[in-house]
């Protein structure tokens, strides 16, 4: 779709309802996940901040310019670095969390002072590399072009990032209101994270997943728990939702819910065969079962693969 409001490189906007946007994040220029936007009426709410203060920067102009006026809030999904970096930009508003995201981001700005934050993301690149020269199938190769301009960008924004904690945390169930609209922001539990929220729209049936759903891509199981993230989908699939506004990739649709759960089934399924037949991760990783062969960000698989296994087998 045409973006006609904002001409920024790191992203496009999508008006998904009236006054209700989606920022859709240009692969590999350092956004890296999606935002939104939401015109509650005589209140702006933005939902995550990018993984850079330039996105998010770029975010606040089209916030202003889509609504006419600075946001007041702004709901961080999740405590990962792709989603919260630009908070330190909106620093009129409040930012607003779980407590569970707000105590990972303050466990984070100790990670960011540390002296071996070079040497660590150096070695992450070289991982990622290491991983790419194994791969055969090009759409893994270009994804993995981008995971590694991504973090390029982040390492770049690490550095010089001055965190915006949140000074609003809540449980279970925040509601905001503005003449226009109520929208509800929600936490079932820690299940891609320690603690997920998302924004959900009920008059509109829409819904600000951040990485609790994924548009026909893999989604990163990594310190997160898989059988907490499905009953988190199953709680949420009895909401009226009708469009869905993924932490990554393009606004999809109500069954991208399922089709989500249904990944992480056959991911957690997979790993158990591959620990049973003794199998090498990394090589029983390259045959990704047909449903999920064409999604986006293959190399993510294998992560998820290596990961399972070894947290069976340490455990
Ligand atoms: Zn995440």
């Known amino acids: 779709m045409e973006d006609k409001w904002s001409r920024s490189p790191y992203f496009r906007i999508e008006e998904?309802?009236?006054?209700?946007?989606?920022?859709?994040?240009?692969?590999?220029?350092?956004?890296?996940?999606n935002s939104g936007i939401v015109d509650l009426g005589g209140v702006t709410l933005v939902v995550d901040s990018c993984a850079s203060p330039g996105a998010a920067s770029d975010l606040l102009s089209a916030a202003v310019t889509l609504t006419g006026r600075s946001p007041?809030?702004?709901?961080?999904?999740?405590?990962?670095?792709?989603?919260?970096?630009?908070?330190?930009v909106f620093a009129r508003a409040h930012i607003i969390a779980t407590e569970s995201t707000r105590a990972t981001m303050l466990d984070s700005e100790v990670s960011l002072r540390r002296e071996d934050l070079?040497?660590?993301?150096?070695?992450?690149?070289?991982?990622?590399?290491?991983?790419q020269e194994r791969q055969t199938d090009q759409r893994i190769v270009q994804a993995l072009d981008i995971e590694i301009l991504e973090?390029?960008?982040?390492?770049?924004?690490?550095?010089?990032?001055?965190?915006?904690?949140?000074?609003?945390?809540?449980?279970e169930r925040l509601l905001l209101h503005g003449s226009q609209r109520s929208v509800e922001v929600l936490c079932y539990g820690g299940g891609h994270s320690g603690g997920d929220a998302f924004v959900y729209l009920p008059s509109d049936s829409v819904a600000f997943?951040?990485?609790?759903?994924?548009?026909?891509?893999?989604?990163?199981?990594?310190?997160?728990?898989?059988?907490a993230w499905y009953s988190i989908l199953e709680r949420f699939s009895r909401l009226d939702t009708d469009t869905i506004v993924p932490g990554h990739g393009n606004v999809t649709r109500g069954q991208a819910v399922a089709e989500t759960m249904q990944y992480l089934l056959k991911v957690q399924e997979a790993a158990s065969v591959c620990m049973q037949r003794g199998d090498n991760p990394m090589e029983f990783a390259k045959s990704i079962p047909a449903p999920f062969k064409g999604w986006g960000s293959g190399h993510v698989y294998e992560w998820n693969i290596s990961h399972l296994?070894?947290?069976a087998h340490g455990a």
């Open 118 to 131: 070079d040497s660590g993301f150096a070695q992450h690149l070289r991982e990622l590399r290491e991983q």
């Open 16 to 33: 998904v309802r009236a006054g209700v946007f989606a920022a859709i994040a240009t692969p590999g220029m350092g956004a890296w996940s």
């Open 151 to 171: 973090n390029q960008e982040l390492l770049k924004n690490l550095k010089a990032a001055r965190l915006h904690h949140p000074e609003v945390t809540f449980a």
């Open 72 to 88: 007041s809030y702004v709901v961080l999904t999740h405590g990962h670095w792709d989603h919260i970096l630009g908070a330190e």
């Open 309 to 311: 296994t070894s947290v």
């Open 209 to 227: 997943m951040g990485d609790l759903v994924a548009s026909r891509r893999h989604a990163w199981v990594g310190s997160g728990s898989i059988s």
